[in-house]
C-alpha cells in the first residue's frame, strides 16, 4: 500500500447537489429588507379591482355616454325642443302677424339650429321696422323685438306720382299714405332717399332740434349738406346750416324770433343774422 494518499475527485454528478446547496444558502442570505421589497411589490389582495366595482364603472362610463347622446338628440335633432310659437314685441303699425309671416320661422326646428340672425335680417328688411332683436324663450318660443320707424317728415311724389311718402330721421322712405299728415314738415328736396347725403342732412337736423320748433316747422329743404333750412308756419325762414351745435342754435334763435325779419341765420351761432 503506498504511503501516499490518493485524493479522490468528485464526479460531475456529485456537483450537481452541492451546487443546490450553494444555490440556497445564497438565497438565504437575502436580507430582510429585500424581501420586505419583494413582499411590497406584489399586489396585495386587498388592492385588486373587485369584479363588481368594474362592472359598475362600467354601466356609469356607458350610461353617461348614452345621456350625452340622448342630450345631443333633444338639442339638435328633436322636434320636443322646437320652435313652436314667435312672439312679437313692439309692433304698433306694422301687424305681429305680417312680421310672422316674413320671418319665417320653421316650425318644429330645433331651436339651438335656427338661425337668429337670419330671422333678424328678414324682419329688418321690412320698410316700417328700424330695429330687431331676436331671441329664443325656452322651451319652444322664439322672440322677436321690434322698435318701428317714426315719421319726422313726408314728401310729396306730386301729380302722376305714387303719392305721399313717409320719411324718418335717418332719411330712410318707409311707408306710403294717402294724404299729407298733419303736424308733419314736407321735404323740398329734389331727391329723397337714405343714400343722399342733402335728404340725411335735412332730416338729421329735424331730428335733433327742440320739439316746441319743430312744431312749428312746414318745410325743409337743402342745396348742400350745410346748407338746411325750413320755414315755419308764420313765413319766416330760418337758415339752419349742419346738425351740430344745435342746442346754441335754438337758444340764438329763440332771442332771434322776438324781433322783426324774414330769414333768420342762426348757422354761425356766434355771428347770427336777420334779414328783412
Do not use: C
Not at 39 to 54: C, D, I, K, L, M
Not at 238 to 261: F, Y
Amino acid at each position: 500500500m503506498s504511503s501516499t494518499r490518493e485524493r479522490r475527485r468528485p464526479s460531475s454528478d456529485e456537483d450537481v447537489p452541492d451546487r443546490a446547496v450553494l444555490a440556497r444558502q445564497r438565497r438565504g442570505r437575502r436580507s430582510e429588507e429585500e424581501r420586505r421589497r419583494t413582499r411590497a411589490a406584489r399586489p396585495s389582495p386587498r388592492n385588486r379591482p373587485n369584479r363588481h366595482v368594474e362592472i359598475r364603472r362600467r354601466w356609469v362610463a356607458l350610461l353617461s355616454l348614452l345621456t350625452v347622446v340622448a342630450m345631443v338628440y333633444l338639442l339638435f335633432f328633436s322636434s320636443m325642443l322646437g320652435a313652436q310659437d314667435v312672439a312679437v314685441n313692439g309692433s304698433r303699425s306694422v301687424s305681429a302677424d305680417q312680421i310672422r309671416t316674413v320671418a319665417a320661422v320653421p316650425s318644429g326646428k330645433p331651436m339651438l339650429r335656427l338661425s337668429t340672425d337670419e330671422i333678424r335680417d328678414r324682419v329688418a328688411a321690412m320698410p316700417g321696422i328700424a330695429t330687431v332683436e331676436v331671441s329664443r324663450s325656452w322651451p319652444n318660443t322664439v322672440e322677436i323685438t321690434v322698435t318701428e320707424r317714426t315719421a319726422i317728415a313726408f314728401f310729396d311724389s306730386g301729380p302722376g306720382g305714387d303719392g305721399v311718402h313717409l320719411v324718418d330721421g335717418a332719411g330712410v322712405v318707409f311707408k306710403t299714405v294717402p294724404a299729407r299728415p298733419p303736424g308733419l314738415p314736407e321735404l323740398k328736396l329734389p331727391k329723397v332717399s337714405a343714400d343722399d347725403p342733402v335728404t340725411r342732412a335735412v332730416t338729421a337736423v329735424l331730428g335733433v332740434i327742440p320739439e316746441q320748433l319743430l312744431k312749428q316747422v312746414t318745410t325743409a329743404t337743402a342745396k348742400t349738406p350745410a346748407s338746411v333750412e325750413f320755414t315755419l308756419a308764420s313765413g319766416k325762414i330760418v337758415r339752419w346750416g349742419t346738425a351740430e351745435q344745435t342746442d346754441r342754435k335754438a337758444k340764438v334763435l329763440a332771442a332771434l324770433l322776438t324781433q322783426e325779419g324774414k330769414i333768420y341765420d342762426v348757422a354761425a351761432p356766434e355771428l347770427p343774422t336777420i334779414t328783412s
